[in-house]
């Protein structure tokens, strides 16, 4: 019976892992998904049927502004990761509340683009180009969507539970899904923004 507590110890690290590691496995299909839509988007970038290019179209220190903002939010993220590691509510709550703060600010600047390219005729319909483009950068912002409900959700249950070990590893995964996204963005940052920029 003096055994039971290490061996149940040692059940709940090798589910942790186990949960991580299909996480990752998960985050590896999610790479590929988004490595097909680069790939139309690169196939499809010179697709405009006449009309304006994305050098034309794109607001480019607009995306550098969710650029930084999506940056700070993978920053608060970490912030809010060491303070769980610590067991301190307060200022775990208080960087993910950043952190949520930070992203709903990065998808009202992303759905107001998609507004203006929509109102002045360049919506999703006008071209390959605007088509490839606009599933691209919105995977990503339901992926964002995603990430800020769930967080709102974890966020609750350590405001109401505190840090149990499960709490701390769906966290853990929260964080790595939200570092993953921020490297996506980035990569859509220069191939979509930057890269049209300097085509203009």
């Not at 496995?25 to 405009?48: C, E, P």
């Not at 304006?52 to 903002?69: K, Q, S, Y």
Request: hydrophobic share 50%.
């Amino acid at each position: 019976m003096s055994h039971l507590p290490s061996e149940l110890a040692d059940e709940q690290q090798t589910s942790d892992q186990k949960a991580i590691f299909g996480f990752w496995v998960y985050l590896m299909t999610d790479g590929i998904l988004f490595s097909a839509l680069f790939a139309t988007y690169a196939v499809l970038h010179n697709n405009t049927y006449g009309g304006p290019t994305g050098g034309h179209l794109f607001n480019l220190p607009g995306a550098f502004v969710e650029t930084l903002i999506l940056l700070t939010s993978s920053f608060t993220c970490g912030l809010a990761m060491l303070a769980v590691r610590q067991r301190a509510k307060r200022p775990a709550l208080f960087w993910f509340g950043l952190t949520l703060i930070l992203g709903l600010a990065f998808l009202i600047m992303e759905v107001s683009e998609f507004h203006h390219l929509a109102a002045t005729g360049n919506s999703w319909t006008r071209s390959g180009f605007l088509s490839s483009f606009f599933t691209l950068v919105s995977t990503h912002g339901l992926h964002i969507t995603i990430g800020l409900l769930w967080l709102v959700a974890m966020m609750a249950k350590i405001a109401r539970n505190g840090f149990s070990r499960a709490t701390i590893r769906r966290l853990t995964m929260f964080s790595y899904f939200w570092h993953f996204l921020d490297i996506i963005w980035v990569f859509i940052f220069t191939v979509v923004y930057l890269m049209s920029g300097a085509m203009r």
